[in-house]
Nanobody, 124 residues
Framework: QVQLVESGGGLVQAGGSLRLSCAASGRTFNRYAMGWFRQAPGKEREFVAVISWSGGITSYADSVKGRFTISRDNAKNTVYLQMNTLKPEDTAVYYC?????????????????WGQGTQVTVSS
């Protein structure tokens, strides 16, 4: 069982930055790949980024590539999403998720545990 709690969301102007954190409970955090997803009003949940168990492999949605960076600190049971050059279209609720699979990729179905989400609002 893994419990996830996101933090770090807020209101920021276009071009600004935010860093999201996701704190995980449990002693097996380093056995899970961790992903970030987001959901804007009226839209489906979409993949943002994923990082492997060790942190050595990352993957990003094309829409955030070059602007967002996912990282993890297994000693702190925490995964991060550094978001730079934010755009109004990045406005959404951001969720972190944990997957026991080696390469869960962008499929929400591959993730077993989800946080409650944190709101990110980017004003123009």
């Amino acid at each position: 069982q893994v419990q996830l709690v996101e933090s770090g969301g807020g209101l920021v102007q276009a071009g600004g930055s935010l860093r999201l954190s996701c704190a995980a409970s449990g002693r097996t955090f380093n056995r899970y790949a961790m992903g970030w997803f987001r959901q804007a009003p009226g839209k489906e949940r979409e993949f943002v980024a994923v990082i492997s168990w060790s942190g050595g492999i990352t993957s990003y949605a094309d829409s955030v590539k070059g602007r967002f960076t996912i990282s993890r600190d297994n000693a702190k049971n925490t995964v991060y999403l550094q978001m730079n050059t934010l755009k109004p279209e990045d406005t959404a609720v951001y969720y972190c998720a944990a997957s026991p699979f080696l390469g869960p990729g962008s499929r929400p179905q591959a993730y077993d545990y989800w946080g409650q989400g944190t709101q990110v609002t980017v004003s123009s």
